[in-house]
């Protein structure tokens, strides 16, 4: 799923006719300054990180003068939010809210159909408001095929609790203009939280849009680069394996960095080991032996579907690339991924990176093949003299993932005993 | 004179062929024939290996991309098989981590296994 920031939500809004606040996005506090004094005082300024609740968290502010503005922004910079950087702040009208308003369409994959979601009760604490009352949030299906129009718009809008003649006329358009946003974008969620209802009518004072990874490819206008969904902004390394899935369906190759910079693995006395697995189950049962032994999976990685041995290749490259690694496991669930296809792939990659051995690594390296293929996947590995490695272990199906992480404990012991490495 | 031939993936496989002829093994064309859905390398009456689907029908992904006819011509060939993935941004990456002297691993030292 690819989230879009809020001003690039609102900005998509109204390119669909649907209000949204004057302002615009920047990356520091003296065109913050210049932006409030061309939309005039007073100003929202808030940071732009794909997280929820910020204004409970410090980021959203206020501003009624220009050294206020400068001081505000200054201050979202300098303090990441949720952890996150601020790298962006929008700066935007403030608006005289009367009431709040929410508003979403999304997909309901039991019904396989788009759902429409109206709250007269809208604002940060919507959740809380669904989970304590769910008749506050009135759930309605659209037929795809009829799409949402002004009429059945209008029907919708009666029926939600507390909604007014006035709310349902000047509501109706909105609803229409964001389920329209919902299908020509391709959109897994758009929402808008609060729509403000003021004296000039409703206007989208914040936006969420999520965007179908799958989709991505249609929508080269949005410029968006398709990575995992983290909830922080991709690391290059992400953007990079992103563009592996492009255009090849054959299997996919998922890539998420936990811990990009070592940090992490540092700080709790952990040896950073890059990962790739096939099947989520045994990546996550393989990381949850291999942490008590004193590793710590730098990245997260699922090779699964079949992918083809290019799409191995391009993948182990990319895992490989992490400059904080001191060793790598490749465990496969049984399953019936041609194993054999898999293992080419993979020494394709040591291959090329590791040139001066023919594909012998120097960091400890594991390699369980389990599944269709298995003993054929282990005989590319002897085949190319990979195998020979003192620093490769191969196992095949007889061992489970328990096994599998001693087996790479014992090895990474031996190859730090004898290089001298200090982890 | 070379074979090139386009994939699914934007990558593509060129071949050398004039080194073919020589080539006792024919390891490509053996491994290419065991892949579904049929081969895409097969022997042509020169002795060198020649393509039996369109260049449409490999770039749609009649070519598995299985890497076979790359990795066997390496060791049972002439070694003329050359296989290009696109990887945009990887090379790019690797030299802006290297300045800031955040060394990958395989190049901080790769005869290490020689070594020890
Ligand atoms: S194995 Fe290599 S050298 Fe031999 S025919 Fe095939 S491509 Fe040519
Ligand atoms: S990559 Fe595989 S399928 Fe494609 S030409 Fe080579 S051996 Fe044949």
């Given amino acids: 799923m690819a989230r879009l920031y809020e001003y690039q939500g609102k900005e998509l809004l109204r390119g669909m006719g649907i209000p949204v606040p004057r302002g615009r996005a920047v990356r520091d506090p003296i065109q913050a300054a210049k932006i409030a004094q061309e939309i005039g005082l007073p100003v929202a300024i808030k940071a732009q990180v794909l997280a929820g609740r910020r204004g409970k968290s410090g980021g959203i502010r206020f501003a009624t003068t220009l050294e206020e503005v400068r001081m505000a922004a200054r201050a979202l910079f300098r303090e990441p939010l949720h952890g996150i950087p601020v790298e962006a702040i929008l700066v935007e009208e403030r608006l005289e809210i009367r009431r709040e308003i929410y508003l979403a369409v999304t997909a309901d994959p039991s019904r396989r159909q788009p759902v429409v979601l109206v709250s007269l009760t809208g604002g940060v604490d919507i959740e809380e408001t669904a989970a304590q009352d769910p008749r506050q949030v009135l759930r309605t299906p659209v037929n795809i095929r009829e799409g949402l129009l002004d009429h059945a718009a209008r029907n919708i809008l009666r029926k939600t609790p507390g909604a007014t003649s006035a709310d349902i006329l000047s509501l109706a358009p909105v609803l229409c203009s964001l389920y329209r946003t919902y299908r020509q974008f391709d959109c897994k969620l758009v929402e808008i939280n609060p729509v403000a209802l003021t004296s000039a009518g409703p206007v989208a004072a914040d936006a969420r849009v999520d965007i179908d990874d799958d989709a991505i490819w249609r929508h080269p206008e949005l410029g968006l680069r398709m990575t995992e969904e983290t909830g922080r902004p991709p690391t290059p390394l992400e953007v990079i394996a992103g563009t592996i899935d492009v255009g090849d369906h054959r299997g996919t190759a998922h890539f998420v960095q936990l811990d990009p910079d070592g940090s992490v693995a540092r700080e709790l006395g952990k040896i950073p080991v890059a990962f790739d697995c096939v099947g989520t189950g045994a990546s996550l049962t393989t990381m949850d032996e291999l942490v008590p032994l004193g590793y710590y999976p730098v990245n997260f990685a699922d090779t699964s579907g079949n992918p083809s041995a290019s799409k191995m290749y391009r993948i182990t490259k990319v895992i490989l690339a992490q400059p904080q690694i001191q060793g790598y496991l490749f465990i496969s669930c049984i399953s019936s991924q041609q194993l054999d296809n898999t293992a080419r792939g993979i020494v394709a990659a040591l291959k090329e990176v590791f040139p001066a051995t023919g594909g012998q690594p120097n960091i400890p390296m594991l390699f369980a093949f389990r599944g269709a293929y298995d003993e054929e996947a282990v005989q590319v590995f002897r085949d190319h003299g990979i195998a020979a490695s003192p620093w490769v272990e191969l196992l095949g199906r007889e061992v489970d993932e328990r096994d599998a992480a001693l087996a790479f404990h014992k090895l990474h012991r031996r190859w730090r005993d004898a290089t001298g490495s200090v982890p | ?116």
């Avoid at chain 2, 050398?16 to 053996?30: I, L, R």
């Avoid at chain 2, 491994?31 to 039996?52: H, M, N, T, Y």
């Avoid at chain 2, 790019?92 to 020890?116: C, F, H, M, N, W």
């Fill in chain 2, 1 to 116: 004179m070379s074979l090139e031939f386009h994939l699914l993936s934007g990558g593509s496989i060129t071949i050398h062929t004039p080194e073919c002829p020589s080539c006792e093994s024919k390891a490509c064309v053996k491994v290419c024939a065991e892949q579904s859905p049929g081969p895409v390398l097969i022997l042509g009456e020169d002795g060198r290996p020649c393509l039996k689907p369109t260049l449409t029908e490999i770039k749609r992904g009649v070519c598995t991309e299985c890497l076979g006819c790359l990795l066997e011509c390496g060791i049972h060939g002439n070694n003329v098989v050359r296989f290009q993935a696109p990887l945009e941004g990887l090379e790019a990456y690797l030299a802006e981590q290297e300045a800031a002297g955040r060394i990958p691993i395989y190049r901080q030292d790769a005869k290490q296994v020689e070594s020890t």
